[in-house]
Each structure stands twice: as C-alpha cells, then as structure tokens.
C-alpha cells in the first residue's frame, strides 16, 4: 500500500525554466510534509516542509504547494539550475498531539535533470 | 556532511549470513531511525529510537533487529540473509522524538548492503 506516491519516475528541464515535481498521498491522517533532495552516494538532505495547516511554504528557489483536499503537494524550483539535478523524495508525517515522531513516509523519488 | 556517520559503507556477503550495520547520530541528537531503501523504491521505516528506547517499528522483518546504545550509537542487525535484503540502509537522527519542529530528519550516506 503506497501511501505516498510520486507518479513521475523522471523529469527533464532546462536550465532557468520552471521544475514541477508532484506527490499524492492517500492517508488523511498525514498532516506535516517535506521534501528531500538526494545526491547519488550520499544520504537524503531536507529541503522544504510545509505543515497542513499552510498551502504554501517558500523558500528562497523553492516552494512547496499543499492541496488537502486533493490530497496533492508539488515542489516548485524556479530557476532551475543544473546543480539541482538530484533524486527528489517526498514525504509525509502523522503527528500525535503535535508533536511529529519522526515516522515519514516516502514516496519513491523524481529524478530530475536539469539541462545547461 | 549531515553529521551522521554509518559504517560499513559497502557490505557484501552470502545468503544466510548476519551482518551488523552501525550508526552514530548528530552530536546531540537523541533518536535514530533506520531506513531501508531496495532498488527503484523509496525509503522504507524500519525502527526508531529515541534515548535507547524503541519508539515506533514500520515494517521491520523478525530476522531484523536493532538497538540503542547509551552512547546514542545504534546498530542495525540483519540475519539469515536473503537475496532480497540487499538494498541500501539508511540511518538518520534527530535532536529530539520526531523531528517535533520541523519534521527534519538528518541522513547519513548509507550502508550498501549486497547478498549474493
């Protein structure tokens, strides 16, 4: 049962242009999620969450989208560049009386390429 | 560099083999998760611990055991090995029981674990 899906296994961009990588989950008790970005030969490196009670989070190049009622985030990069080339994970949390325990769920990552 | 240190990097072995793979956390970090990532598949929730006790199991196999050391190190145990457990093991920590602030967890590189 994937819980957190990442529908697109690859996403190829120029550099400059917009990067679009989209996650659904299906469990509504999730109510904290956050990206990862992963180099190859090295661990997953936290980039951006946003809390569901927010439907938008910025941050510098990045911002994530919240859909609830879709059951939808996206990451957005704009401008892309070509160090951001990287598997993208997302991933969720079920908090209990506030307090997130750290359980995330991941969906199975976007490589995105970035193109000079 | 994430501060989390896993070692071995590279594992190989044979089926039916135990192997143990460790971790130390973020200096100050007080819970260690382990995360289990088999090819083309995103991370998978093993176990978490938080100041030596087990604080929350995902989808951990019996064969499979780990611990917290007063220390805060873990280990990660694996035996009677199946082809099938080769993946990479992920250990990652936070300061506190879930990352309660901004859900961050913090990576290491990773273990490569290989069953022939």
């Known amino acids: 049962d994937q819980q957190v899906k990442q529908n697109s296994p690859s996403l190829s961009v120029q550099e400059g242009r917009i990067s679009i990588l989209n996650c659904d989950y299906t469990n509504s008790m999730f109510d904290y999620f956050l990206w990862y970005k992963k180099y190859p030969a090295e661990g997953p490196t936290f980039l951006i969450s946003i809390s569901s009670i927010k439907d938008k989070n910025e941050d510098g190049r990045f911002t994530v989208f919240l859909n609830k009622s879709a059951k939808h985030l996206s990451l957005h990069i704009v401008p892309s560049q070509p160090g951001d080339s990287a598997v993208y994970f997302c991933?969720?949390?079920?908090?209990?009386?506030?307090?997130?325990?750290?359980?995330?769920?991941f969906g199975q990552g976007t490589i995105l390429t970035v193109h000079p | 560099d994430s501060g989390v240190t896993q070692t071995p990097k590279h594992l190989i072995t044979a089926t039916g083999q135990r192997v143990t793979l460790r971790c130390s956390p973020r200096s100050g970090d007080l819970s260690v998760y382990w995360y289990q990532q088999s090819l083309d598949q995103g991370l998978q929730f093993l176990i978490q611990?938080?100041?030596?006790?087990?604080?929350a199991k995902g989808n951990i196999l019996e064969r499979f055991s780990a611990q917290q050391f007063p220390d805060l190190h873990s280990e990660l145990n694996l035996s009677s090995l199946e082809l099938g457990d080769s993946a990479l093991y992920f250990c990652a920590s936070s300061v506190d029981g879930g990352g309660a602030v901004t859900g961050e967890l913090f990576f290491g590189e990773g273990s490569r674990l290989t069953v022939l």
């Open positions: 611990y938080y100041n030596g006790e087990e604080r």
């Open positions: 991933a969720a949390s079920a908090s209990r009386g506030g307090t997130s325990y750290g359980k995330l769920t």
